[in-house]
């Protein structure tokens, strides 16, 4: 006999999760499930003791839930199968310890997004290709709890007087919640998952994002000191980019990075972590990017990272690559490297100073000195399409070339991209700076691609 069945026939006096003829069987199998474990968490809540179970180890904490479940199952006389008892017990754990259903999700390798739009549609991002997966919560008011759940855990907030909220996991993966009454169809919940084993540039290599050639280039241009703008859409692997760019530092310099919700894995000893804060209830106390680029600068760094530039801080951070913080890395949200440029025209022009664009843009040439473009195709790979080098500024355009780029040549018979790296043929300007550092490249790295 089903759950369900057992569950009506055992339970008559609960109603069910179900409108009868507007779902399917699956689905009212699945709230009368949803309902039960509700009903046995609550009650379970009452019979343990949290604190111990938290400092219990996993072994421990599954003995303790599965006697307390067989205990409230005999009370309700309900009868499980095996399977169905040891399902409950893990849901249960994942509901009082982690974050619900979203925790095999969480745990799965496989998972690089999580979205959640409302409390029964869920999808998830395998292979840069987004499907639907039959996970659910019980309703919308479930959903909310985990979100305030995740929001709290960071100091974060998320109610009607400040419906929307940028957090993060322990393990540094993104979230991004927005609650009713901005969100009309229930809670919606973002999560851009981070790998537990960082990405290494022997990764990038084997997926095909950049060659060993360019890998090369760019742990040069790292060492040299030469600061680097990573440029590319939303999902198109920006922040892995950076992370790997940023272990090519020298593990015996200073790095600071700052970023909205801290996500960065860097992997050297001398590494502070800033990250900025919202207002208060009262709508105090935030603390901008900006304002922690300014105090940086205070801090003595010798590596400035820049999770993303989104608005005024792009000032501060070229200043602060003008004047002696080089080596310094950071993100923008832009498809081309002229737009990435041209964005930071606008940030700059957020902080209200009326700076000339002529002057500006001479800012920006001698601050910056690459650009990396990165996108998401269409197969939903990854790869680094552009390399430009900033050489100067010819009258009041910023003078951009090209050192590599990407060819796409069509679809195969499977859908996936045809396309190859290309070396211009450009030698650098930036190649003075590599040879006065001691950093050589093979004479022929830069040779155009028959």
Do not use: W
Request: aromatic share 4%; hydrophobic share 40%; with cysteine.
């Amino acid at each position: 006999m089903s759950l369900m069945a057992r569950l009506q026939k055992q339970a008559p006096g609960k109603k069910l999760l179900q409108v009868a003829g507007q779902r399917s069987d699956d689905e009212a199998k699945e709230n009368q499930y949803n309902e039960l474990k509700s009903r046995v968490h609550y009650k379970l809540l009452d019979m343990l003791d949290l604190s111990r179970l938290a400092a219990a180890g996993d072994a421990q904490l599954l003995q303790d839930l599965r006697r307390g479940i067989e205990i409230i199952l005999g009370e309700e006389n309900i009868a499980l199968s095996m399977a169905e008892k040891e399902r409950l017990t893990r849901d249960i754990r994942d509901e009082l310890l982690g974050y619900g259903p979203l925790e095999p999700l969480l745990n799965d390798p496989t998972v690089s997004d999580i979205l959640v739009n409302g409390y029964n549609s869920v999808y998830v991002e395998r292979k840069g290709k987004l499907v639907k997966v039959p996970v659910r919560f019980k309703d919308n008011a479930h959903l909310a709890k985990i979100i305030e759940k995740i929001a709290s855990g960071v100091g974060r907030r998320v109610d009607e007087s400040c419906p929307m909220v940028d957090a993060r996991l322990p393990d540094g993966s993104r979230v991004n919640a927005i609650i009713s009454p901005l969100s009309l169809d229930g809670p919606a919940l973002s999560i851009r998952k981070f790998s537990k084993d960082p990405y290494k540039v022997h990764h990038l290599i084997e997926f095909g994002t950049i060659t060993e050639e360019i890998a090369k280039v760019l742990e040069a241009m790292v060492k040299a000191r030469l600061n680097i703008l990573i440029s590319g859409g939303t999902g198109s692997g920006k922040t892995t980019f950076l992370n790997i760019l940023s272990g090519f530092i020298p593990n015996d310099e200073r790095i600071i990075t700052i970023e909205d919700a801290a996500e960065l894995q860097l992997q050297q000893d001398h590494v502070v972590r800033l990250e900025t804060r919202p207002p208060n209830m009262e709508g105090t106390g935030e603390v901008t990017q900006r304002d922690l680029v300014r105090n940086a600068l205070r801090m003595r760094p010798e590596r400035i990272i820049l999770g993303e530039v989104r608005q005024a801080e792009a000032l501060d951070m070229l200043q602060a690559m003008n004047t002696g913080h080089d080596g310094s890395l950071a993100t923008i949200h832009a498809n081309t490297p002229r737009d990435a440029l041209v964005r930071l025209e606008t940030m700059v022009a957020m902080a209200g100073l009326n700076i000339p664009d002529k002057a500006l843009r001479h800012q920006i040439a001698s601050a910056i000195h690459a650009v990396v473009q990165v996108a998401r195709l269409k197969d939903g790979s990854r790869k680094m399409l552009y390399l430009n080098e900033i050489v100067g500024m010819e009258g009041d355009v910023i003078v951009m070339q090209e050192i590599f780029r990407y060819e796409m040549r069509g679809l195969t018979e499977e859908g996936k991209v045809k396309g190859r790296f290309r070396a211009t043929g450009i030698r650098p300007k930036f190649t003075a700076q590599l040879e006065a550092v001691g950093v050589d490249l093979p004479s022929n790295v830069f040779r155009e691609t028959a």
